[in-house]
Structure formats: C-alpha cells, structure tokens
C-alpha cells in the first residue's frame, strides 16, 4: 500500500505542515506580546528584570529547544509560542525551525509509514474500516451530547 506513495512528497508534505504550523504558532507569540505590551500593567510585568533574563537566556540558548521540541509530543507549541513571546530573534529562530521540522517530517516519513504499513499489513480495506468506526463513534458520541 505505502510503497507506492512517494516519500520525497510526503516528507516535504509533512516538513511544509511543521513548518507552517511552528512559523503561526511562533507569529501568535510576537502578536501577543505586541498586544499586551501595550497595556500599562502588562508593560509593567514585561519591563521587569525577571523577563529580560528570559528573553536574554531564550535569544542565547533558545534555538535548540525549538529544534528538539519536535521530538517530543505536546511541548512543541508550548515552546514555538513562547520564542514568540520572549522575542527570540528570527535569525536564530528560523534554521531551528526549519531543522526542527525536518526532524519531525523524518520521524513521520520512516517510523511512521513503517507502524501504518505494520498495522494496515497492505490491506487498504482495513484502513476503510477503522474510518468508519472513527465516524461512527463521531455520530454516537454527538448523539449522546444532545441528549445531555
């Protein structure tokens, strides 16, 4: 079944995904700092001395754990968000991003496929029938919340 797809495309498929959604998330970040940066009392929080070491320790030391939060499952946005808000530069943010979706899109391209390939074993009907059970719990479980 999967040695058919072309894996260059879905690397850069899934690289492109990474990509976009640690870029947004990183942006919504800088967005959220710009905002809150200008009421008075947040401004006064941010102009602390506590924030300025963050920013000065996330400028400096930052780049590898946006890299290698792509590794981990459920600490990615938390640290593309926060490079975002402490203002990590985007010289250094970008190549972590960049090799860190990399990473990531090689983890899913090579364990992935090979854990799909393991459980599907080349039957694409099966693939057929857990979706359909997908959507059945779907309908069910919408079913139940209108009767609650």
């Given at each position: 079944?999967?040695?058919?797809?072309?894996?260059?495309?879905?690397?850069?498929?899934?690289?492109?995904?990474?990509?976009?959604?640690?870029?947004?998330?990183?942006?919504?970040?800088?967005?959220?700092?710009?905002?809150?940066?200008?009421?008075?009392?947040?401004?006064?929080?941010?102009?602390?001395?506590?924030?300025?070491?963050?920013?000065?320790?996330?400028?400096?030391?930052?780049?590898?754990?946006?890299?290698?939060?792509f590794l981990t499952v459920g600490v990615q946005t938390a640290v593309n968000l926060a490079a975002g808000l402490l203002r990590m530069p985007l010289r250094r943010y970008v190549p972590a991003l960049l090799l860190g979706a990399a990473l990531w899109a090689t983890i899913y391209v090579t364990v992935g496929i090979a854990v799909l390939s393991a459980i599907w074993g080349g039957h694409p009907e099966l693939l057929l029938v857990a979706l359909a059970l997908v959507v059945l719990a779907a309908l069910v479980a919408r079913a139940l919340r209108r009767r609650l």
């Open positions: 079944m999967f040695s058919d797809q072309p894996v260059a495309i879905a690397f850069a498929l899934l690289w492109l995904v990474a990509t976009l959604r640690g870029g947004a998330t990183y942006g919504l970040g800088r967005g959220l700092r710009g905002a809150s940066a200008r009421s008075d009392r947040t401004a006064r929080l941010l102009a602390r001395p506590e924030v300025a070491r963050a920013e000065t320790t996330v400028r400096r030391f930052g780049a590898p754990a946006v890299t290698l939060c």
